[in-house]
Nanobody, 125 residues
């Protein structure tokens, strides 16, 4: 599956954004979808994931509360809603897809077979 993320931009602290990631090809509903982010000079960081059919969501403790992952299988799209943006949220945000594995190791980047090119989010103070 090929992924294309969009929706980033330059925003003010406290604003909200909704990022989108559209998948091409069939079988989108069979993929676990995740969002990661990477700030300059830092490692890629897991933001959240959503499962295939039950659409359960998983977040690291550091992302709970302001980040919400959702999906619309009819539109082959996964979303990341970010509320109360902070300057430290500045990063390139990537979507990723896993069509193989089971289990809850959602934060492992090696789990995902496909990655989008990322969308830049810049938050000014």
């Amino acid at each position: 599956v090929q992924l294309q993320a969009s929706g980033g931009g330059l925003v003010q602290a406290g604003d909200s954004l909704r990022l989108s990631c559209v998948a091409s090809g069939r079988g989108f509903g069979g993929y676990v979808m995740a969002w990661f982010r990477q700030a300059p000079g830092k490692e890629r960081e897991f933001v959240g994931a959503i499962t295939r059919t039950e659409q359960n969501t998983y977040y690291p403790d550091s992302m709970k509360g302001r980040f919400t992952v959702s999906r619309d299988n009819g539109k082959n799209t996964v979303y990341l809603q970010i509320n109360g943006l902070k300057p430290e949220d500045t990063a390139v945000y990537y979507c990723a897809a896993d069509g193989i594995y089971s289990g809850t190791r959602f934060s492992d980047p090696d789990r995902y077979q496909s990655w989008g090119r990322g969308t830049q989010v810049t938050v000014s103070s």
